[in-house]
């Protein structure tokens, strides 16, 4: 199934790169640096009002490259949800828990990603459906928030977005406390290095960062 597909992929790296951009080619462009450097499971975040235009010529870019799993993020609605299921979204990722978008995911086979902020809400969303959890935002909540709800509910898949840094010791704190991946937005694509268009520093930036994860995992 497609849901374990991409719980394998974000296994391997531990990454779930995230971000939009309102120009299409430097999208597409991010894209190709994160597959080159075998990212494949992406975000891309519903934050403008042309990502819905966007996603799809996405879609279409990533179409010869069958190992990626090309999702969107910060869908807050069940209309939302079906709308980006309906161009090609890979997966679901929401900033709060829904259970109507859990539901409009689960009869669509879409791998959803719930936002909770509480035990029980990540129960409710293991019942719904989500195999993996977002923690947001994750610089509230801190780490020691996931060892203490990994305590008696080992089984938990947890990802923290927000707060998360590509320092050796940020990295290592979230990873450590049981994360079972980083979501990872601006911090992975410094503004510096978009600006500049520079590719082959971005990716070795990029590489960079799943080096340090791998150090720890």
């Given amino acids: 199934m497609q849901q374990n597909l991409i719980l394998k992929k974000l296994n391997k790296t531990r990454l779930l790169p995230l971000f939009y951009k309102n120009d299409v080619n430097v999208s597409k462009n991010l894209i190709d ?13 519903n934050r403008g009002t042309d990502a819905k235009n ?23 609605s069940k209309e939302e949800a079906k709308l980006f299921i309906d161009l090609g ?13 859990g539901k409009t995911c689960e009869k669509n086979e879409v791998f959803w990603v719930p936002g909770c902020g509480t035990l029980s809400e990540m129960i409710r969303a293991e019942k719904i459906g989500a195999q993996l959890i977002k923690l947001f935002p994750g610089s509230v909540y801190g780490s020691k ?14 990802m923290p977005t927000g707060g998360v840094t590509t320092e050796q010791d940020n990295i290592k704190d979230w990873l450590d406390s049981g994360a079972f991946c980083l979501g990872m937005g601006s911090n992975l694509f410094p ?27």
Avoid: M, Y
């Avoid at 010529?57 to 869908?75: A, N």
């Avoid at 928030?145 to 947890?158: D, E, G, M, R, T």
């Avoid at 510096?192 to 930036?205: E, F, G, P, W």
């Fill in 191 to 217: 503004s510096s290095l978009l600006n500049s268009n520079d590719t082959a520093q971005l990716r070795t930036h990029i590489e960079s960062v799943i080096k340090k994860i791998k150090s720890v995992s």
């Fill in 33 to 45: 640096v994160l597959t080159s450097a075998n990212v494949n499971v992406i975000e891309f975040t």
């Fill in 54 to 76: 966007i996603f799809p010529e996405l879609i279409r870019h990533v179409e010869s490259k069958t190992e990626v799993s090309l999702g969107i993020g910060s869908i807050k």
């Fill in 89 to 101: 979204a890979k997966f679901i990722v929401s900033p709060f828990l829904d259970e109507e978008i």
């Fill in 145 to 158: 928030f996931i060892s203490s709800v990994l305590a008696p509910c080992p089984w938990l898949k947890i």
